[in-house]
């Protein structure tokens, strides 16, 4: 993906040994596309060479106000200018605090100063936002000081990515560790991306079930679950407050989202029917088994040596889409109920008549063979006025492009809560 071509981002250094993770996010950012200017304190310097840096972003790098390579000697102007945002990654309790004074006496405190909060001046034409990401020992982090700077600096407008839990370089455990780069990149990207899903609360069931034959075996499908993982991530990069209800997979949380594992079709219904009583959104991602064994047993099936097989009989699992569709909460479009339909053929009239049957004003249809495990798909949007087709991309940018959607509908209809 190319999610940041076109962003040009100043990354700002401060002193702390998270520096050495600087040099990843500064590779992440450019794999991803941006151009990156790096700036760095004296203090960073001391933990990481400016050399590193520049191979890395393939530009000079700035640590002093007084750099004459800028024709008109004012570094501090000319680099904020042109950004997209600022990141200071790492930015130390000394820096964090430097920042909330306004304080300007190294060239990336007073960049930081300098940038445009607004756009439309003399001479700007656009805001230039702060991001920072802390990276302390975690009694530096937990200090009131701290915590006060960092409450301010939020009224101040600037982003905090949060810190990381664990082993800290100083042999300590706690909170106050940089976020890796791999987590600063989704930020970052998430940051960019425009808040359609502002104030709302999206649901997602994502990935399949698996219903119990004994303690150690069970049926379940080939649902790898990215599609709803994608559509949680977002709803969450949309603005969203996001809960993800998964089946049995091995995907990583998408950040931000809060994630319910389940097993059984049964587990799922519970955890959708409590969340669904403060969702806005539900979108029914999850390849839920139609059927599980109804003389499921409490102990391992054994062969008895005869030859015989266990007679396994089924029972129907509920449909949780439908159950929620039929809602009140859904009923009265305080909730917008999103399914789709895993096909193998005839995807249109299949999709117009899942819609109807689940009572759902949106249904997305996909070939379930051609998308199972992959990280491409083809979507078509059925509703009552008709089809849509999502061309192959994807799985994140086809799910961008559904909850620019869904948003798009809910405000059209005045769905949309305050
Ligand atoms: N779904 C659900 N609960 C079920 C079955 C399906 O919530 N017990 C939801 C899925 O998450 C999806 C939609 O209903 O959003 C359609 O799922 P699909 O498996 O394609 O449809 P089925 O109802 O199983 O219909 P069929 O077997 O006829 O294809």
Redesign the pocket.
């Given at each position: 993906m190319n999610d940041l071509a076109g962003k040009h981002i100043v990354l700002g250094l401060s002193g702390g040994i998270a520096c050495y993770k600087a040099a990843e996010l500064c590779r992440a950012l450019i794999k991803e596309g941006a151009t990156v200017q790096v700036v760095m304190t004296e203090a960073a310097e001391q933990f990481i060479t400016p050399v590193t840096m520049q191979a890395l972003s393939n530009r000079p790098v700035y640590g002093s106000q007084w750099d004459a390579r800028e024709p008109n000697n004012m570094p501090h102007i000319n680099l904020s200018r042109e950004a997209d945002a600022i990141l200071i990654a790492p930015c130390s309790a000394d820096f964090m605090a430097k920042l909330l004074h306004g304080r300007a006496d190294d060239l990336l405190s007073l960049m930081c100063l300098a940038r445009p909060l607004t756009g439309g001046g003399s001479g700007n034409d656009k805001a230039v936002p702060l991001l920072i990401a802390p990276a302390m020992n975690r009694e530096m982090w937990a200090h009131p000081a701290t915590q006060r700077n960092m409450a301010q600096l939020t009224l101040d407008g600037t982003t905090i990515l949060g810190v990381g839990t664990g082993d800290q370089a100083c042999g300590e455990t706690g909170d106050g560790r940089m976020l890796e780069p791999a987590e600063l990149l989704q930020d970052i990207i998430a940051f960019f991306q425009p808040k359609v899903l502002a104030g709302q609360h999206v649901l997602v069931?994502a990935g399949p079930?698996y219903e119990a034959i004994d303690p150690v075996r069970g049926i379940t499908n080939l649902s790898s679950g990215k599609m709803g993982f994608a559509i949680a991530r977002a709803a969450h990069e949309a603005g969203a407050s996001v809960t993800l209800v998964a089946g049995p997979v091995h995907l990583p949380t998408p950040r931000g989202v809060a994630r319910i594992n389940v097993k059984s079709?049964q587990n799922?219904?519970e955890a959708?029917v409590g969340c669904a009583q403060v969702a806005n959104i539900f979108?029914?991602?999850?390849?839920?088994?139609?059927w599980r064994v109804a003389n499921s047993s409490d102990h391992k099936i054994k062969k008895d040596g005869s030859g015989a097989v266990p007679a396994l009989q089924f029972v129907?699992?509920?449909?949780?889409?439908?159950?929620?569709a039929q809602s009140p909460r859904a009923q009265s479009g305080e909730l917008f109920c999103?399914?789709?339909?895993?096909?193998s053929q005839d995807l249109l009239a299949?999709a117009q008549a899942?819609r109807l049957?689940?009572g759902?004003p949106l249904?997305?249809g996909n070939i379930?063979p051609d998308t199972f495990g992959q990280d491409n798909n083809a979507l078509l949007l059925v509703d009552a006025q008709g089809t849509q087709d999502f061309p192959r991309a994807s799985k994140l940018a086809l799910s961008r492009k559904l909850i620019a959607n869904i948003a798009c509908r809910m405000r059209a209809t005045g769905q949309f809560s305050s």
């Open positions: 069931t079930t079709a799922m219904l959708v979108v029914a991602t999850a390849a839920v088994a139609d129907e699992n509920p449909d949780i889409l439908a159950s929620v999103v399914g789709f339909a895993a096909e299949n899942k049957r689940k759902v249904l997305v379930g």
